[in-house]
Each structure stands twice: as structure tokens, then as C-alpha cells.
């Protein structure tokens, strides 16, 4: 194997692989990217057995050939070359890099234990490239971590018709996204529980490329638990988590509302980040509504406290509410819009955060419900 290619395609293409790799493989090949060569076209690829990443880029190839090598280290290697064309060969049981006057020597691993890709799903329909991964962007923020509740640490997919529904929760907040695409079979009907993590890096992957993304779903038969994303010269593979079970969510979101509440997403981000200074990481931030406006809160009276005031407008009967600091900054992050609207049902119950537009009139599609602390005071 022997090419040359333009250093930032390589260092993309490497990157972008090398990123779904696991940190601790159960056999050395998993941690290996593998490059292969053939009719002028470079296939970079990397495989953890629930993971498949692979992208292919343009090279002036004079051998084809494939060779195996540690995809963070080729990844390292590859982000800090100069500007210059890359000239690789695979020389024994040895990777040569060179750029420029800088030469890397990496040894490789044996191509044949390597294991074979998965094949990608049949293909269920496209989605623009920019809306799937501003929405994955907004829901996946609401995914669990705790592995030891695997369900909540994935975003649902609901595809039905002509409408693509995403959904996450941890417990302590959910956030729903609603979008158009372009479905396969206008009758579709399917759900899949994709790990959010994997989600978001393909969706930020595959947004910058523009364009459409082909979202493959097996509906039984071969392929079924796996998932597939294909954008560009780009395309992935995810095994599914077990969503049999997942919680009828919607529910949780109130049908009527008592008090509603219209704020500055950039001023009350702001003024949460400052007031929560002063708080314990478990500690509530506490907003309090009235006709007045709105005063953010935080310690207690044998600690240090804050407090500050800012404008919002405000209707219904006056309501002090405590939230996680970093949750509530993170739905109003994601919202965006410059203004949000708050829904509560009272200061037990979870409050809703909505975007509005510029009159004031929420936008739908989105909506990030969250858990109330209860505190006294």
C-alpha cells in the first residue's frame, strides 16, 4: 500500500474515526484504524463491535493495499502534520508518514484478525443534514450517563410518516424534538433507541457536510438492532439499545398550565451561572416569578448567597421554583431562540421551557420539561 493525500482531508477522515474508538479494546485490533487502499480512493475505518465508523477520501494511490494501525495515535499524528501533502507506505510489518521533512514510523497490526464491518440497513429515508444535527444537538443533552441504566442513556427515535420524532430523558429532565423528513414508505412506523452519544457525534459529524442524511433501519430480518447514518463520503453503524421497555414520557408533559413566564435566554443564562457561584454542585438555583419580574437566588442563610434580579414578563399567581443549576442552563442553551417561555403548573410540579420567536409566540417542535428541588425556605 502506498498513496499520497492533502494532509487535512487525512486528518479528518482519521479523526472523525478514531473518535468511536474504545479506550480500553477487549483485543488490540479494536483500537486500530484501518486504512485501505484501492482504485485511488482511501476507505479509513474503525470497528468496536457496537460501533462502525467509515469515510472515504480522494488519494493519488500507487499501491493498493490495507494496513492496520492504532487509530488515536494516527490520529494525534495526523492533527499536529504541517500543511503539506502526506506520502504513506506500508513497508513490513511498518507504516511510514511523511510530511514535509517530519517522518513517523508506526507499527501495524495483522489486517486478517480484523474484524468485518457490518453492512449498512436497508435504507428507511433522508433527513437535511443541518436540522438532524441541530435536533440531535437539542435532545441529546437531556441523555443519561449512569450506564447502569442503559435505557435512559439513549434518544428515542420515533419515525412515523412524515415526521421524525426525538426523545431523551436521565429522569430529571426530557427533551422532545419534532422534525420533517423524508421517508422511504410513507406508511413507516418505527422506534429505535440509539446511544446518545453516538448519535451526537455523528449528527455534529454529518451536519457541517450539508446535504441530506440517510438514516438505514432494519424492520426485521437481517440487520435488525443496528442502526445506520450515511452522509457524504461518511457513514456509521450502531447496535440499538433495548427500548422494549422505554417509558411513556409524553405523559409527563402538563396538558394546562397556571403561570406562564416570558425571559431573555441570554440574560437568565447569565444570571443562573452567576447566582450558582455560590452553590453547592447538588444545591438548587431558585427563581422566583412575579408581576415584577423575576429574582434568581442561591446558598442559604449560613453560607454564602446570592441573588439578582432581571426582567421577564410574567401571568399568573407569584411562584418561587428550584432547579438544577446546569439542567436549566442547558435546555436554555439548546432552545435556540433569544427568548423562552416558561409553563408551570405549580412549584411541585415540572415547569416546561419553549422557544418564542421575536413577538413572543412560542416556536413548536421543541419542548424541555424539567424536575422541580423542592426546597424550604
Given at each position: ?18 473518535k ?7 483485543v ?23 460501533v ?12 493498493d ?10 490520529a ?40 468485518t464491518l ?26 443519561g ?20 420524532a426525538?426523545?431523551a ?9 419534532e422534525?420533517?423528513?423524508?421517508p ?5 412506523s ?18 457541517p ?14 440487520g435488525?438492532?443496528?442502526i ?28 394546562s398550565?397556571?403561570?406562564e ?45 446570592a ?5 421577564a ?6 411562584l ?43 416556536i ?14
Amino acid at each position: 500500500m502506498k498513496f499520497r493525500v492533502e494532509r487535512d482531508a487525512l486528518a479528518d477522515a482519521v479523526a472523525w474515526t478514531a473518535k468511536s474508538l474504545p479506550n480500553r479494546p477487549s483485543v488490540p485490533v479494536l483500537a486500530g484504524a484501518m486504512l485501505r487502499v484501492t482504485d485511488g480512493a482511501l476507505q479509513v475505518s474503525g470497528f468496536d463491535y457496537e460501533v462502525s465508523s467509515q469515510v472515504t477520501v480522494d488519494v493519488q494511490g500507487d499501491a493498493d493495499g490495507a494496513a492496520l494501525v492504532s487509530g488515536r495515535l494516527l490520529a494525534e499524528i495526523t492533527k499536529s502534520l504541517p500543511a503539506k501533502p502526506v506520502d504513506i507506505a506500508a513497508v513490513g510489518a511498518h507504516l511510514e508518514l511523511v510530511c514535509g521533512s517530519a517522518r513517523f514510523t508506526l507499527p501495524t497490526m495483522p489486517v486478517e484478525d480484523y474484524p468485518t464491518l457490518p453492512e449498512m440497513p436497508a435504507s428507511a429515508g433522508t433527513v437535511d443534514a443541518p436540522v438532524f444535527a441541530a435536533a440531535v444537538a437539542q435532545v441529546a443533552v437531556a441523555a443519561g450517563r449512569d450506564e447502569t441504566l442503559p435505557m435512559m442513556t439513549g434518544v428515542r427515535l420515533e419515525l412515523n410518516g412524515p415526521a421524525l420524532a426525538m426523545l431523551a430523558t436521565d429522569r430529571y429532565r426530557l427533551a422532545i424534538r419534532e422534525i420533517d423528513w423524508q421517508p422511504g414508505d410513507s406508511d413507516i412506523s418505527l422506534n429505535a433507541l440509539v446511544p446518545a452519544r453516538t448519535l451526537a457525534d455523528t449528527a455534529k459529524t454529518l451536519g457541517p457536510i450539508g446535504g441530506a442524511v440517510t438514516i438505514a433501519l432494519a424492520q426485521g430480518g437481517a440487520g435488525e438492532g443496528m442502526i445506520g447514518f450515511a452522509g457524504g463520503t461518511r457513514r456509521t453503524t450502531s447496535r440499538l439499545l433495548d427500548g422494549a421497555n422505554y417509558p411513556p414520557v409524553r405523559s409527563l408533559f402538563p396538558t394546562s398550565h397556571n403561570a406562564e413566564a416570558r425571559v431573555s435566554v441570554a440574560t437568565l443564562v447569565e444570571v443562573v451561572r452567576r447566582v450558582a457561584l455560590v452553590a453547592e454542585r447538588t444545591t438548587p438555583v431558585l427563581l422566583s416569578f412575579n408581576s415584577d419580574g423575576l429574582v434568581v437566588e442561591a446558598g442559604n442563610t449560613e453560607e454564602a448567597r446570592a441573588s439578582e434580579a432581571m426582567e421577564a414578563t410574567f401571568t399568573g399567581e407569584a411562584l418561587t421554583i428550584g432547579f438544577n443549576p446546569q439542567y436549566l442552563i442547558d435546555g436554555l442553551q439548546n432552545l435556540q431562540s433569544a427568548t423562552a417561555v416558561f409553563t408551570f403548573v405549580d412549584a411541585f410540579k415540572p415547569a416546561v421551557i419553549a422557544p418564542a420567536d421575536d413577538d413572543g409566540q412560542i416556536i413548536p417542535g421543541y419542548r424541555y420539561l424539567i424536575m422541580p428541588i423542592r426546597v424550604t425556605r
